[in-house]
């Protein structure tokens, strides 16, 4: 058991720019789950994955943002023509069913 | 507004004493975690309650869930430096849903 991993830790990117962000969740947890968090806020719920399903995804989730997880395993979540307002760390936690979800430790996305 | 409300939104406590963060919820909570972040890191999970009036225990630190499962509190005995962080209640909010719903966090600092 290794952990949630999130790449890269960090990103900084110009307006309008395209970003992707990589999540390998712990082996074997059926459940894959994407947060937003900005400063002195907590987690906000963004989409979350059974399996390769993707089963729920809150209205914060814009047009611009998309996730996958294409064989059940990792998962990318991809912000198209950034803005401002998309500054935030993105956190991914997964779990297995009816348990406590196990976060990475996120990716900083800033937004110039 | 927040679906989950916790007070104090910040703590100074002085090395050695006793605090107790809350969580207070509008709905029947179906579920509830308490996880811990340090800055710019993920959430690391603490306790889980499920059952009205369910109290849990993991070193010095206290969960409890009330008989009418809308409230949590955290107790936290003889603070230490290593308990500084970000105190963070999730909920479950609906009987089928297995999202969590977070607070806004309780910033917590221990002075020597």
């Known amino acids: 058991d290794t952990g949630v991993s999130q790449n890269p830790r960090h990103k900084i990117t110009k307006r309008g720019q395209n970003v992707t962000f990589r999540c390998d969740p712990i082996?074997?947890?059926?459940?894959l789950y994407w947060y937003r968090q900005t400063l002195g806020q907590g987690p906000e719920f963004l989409t979350y994955?059974?399996?390769?399903?993707?089963?729920?995804k809150s209205r914060l989730l814009s047009d611009r943002f998309s996730a996958e997880r294409p064989k059940g395993s990792f998962s990318t979540l991809e912000i198209q023509r950034t803005e401002q307002g998309d500054s935030a760390m993105y956190l991914c936690?997964?779990?297995?069913?009816?348990?406590?979800?196990?976060f990475g430790n996120g990716t900083r996305l800033t937004v110039t | 507004s927040q679906e989950l409300e916790q007070s104090p939104q910040s703590l100074i406590v002085q090395e050695g004493k006793n605090l107790t963060i809350n969580c207070t919820s509008s709905?029947?909570?179906?579920?509830l975690y308490w996880y811990k972040q340090k800055y710019g890191e993920g959430l690391i999970f603490l306790m889980m309650?499920?059952?009205?009036?369910e109290e849990k225990s993991h070193e010095k630190i206290t969960a409890k869930l009330d008989e009418k499962k809308q409230q949590s509190s955290l107790h936290i005995t003889a603070s230490q430096p290593s308990h500084a962080g970000i105190y963070l209640c999730?909920?479950?909010?609906?009987?089928?849903?297995?999202?969590?719903?977070f607070g806004t966090g309780t910033r917590l600092q221990v002075t020597l």
């Open positions: 936690a997964s779990s297995p069913l009816d348990s406590p979800l196990h």
């Open positions: 082996s074997e947890h059926n459940r």
């Open positions: 994955f059974q399996n390769e399903a993707q089963l729920e």
């Open positions: 709905k029947t909570l179906y579920g």
């Open positions: 309650l499920q059952k009205g009036g």
């Open positions: 999730g909920a479950v909010l609906t009987g089928t849903a297995s999202k969590l719903t």
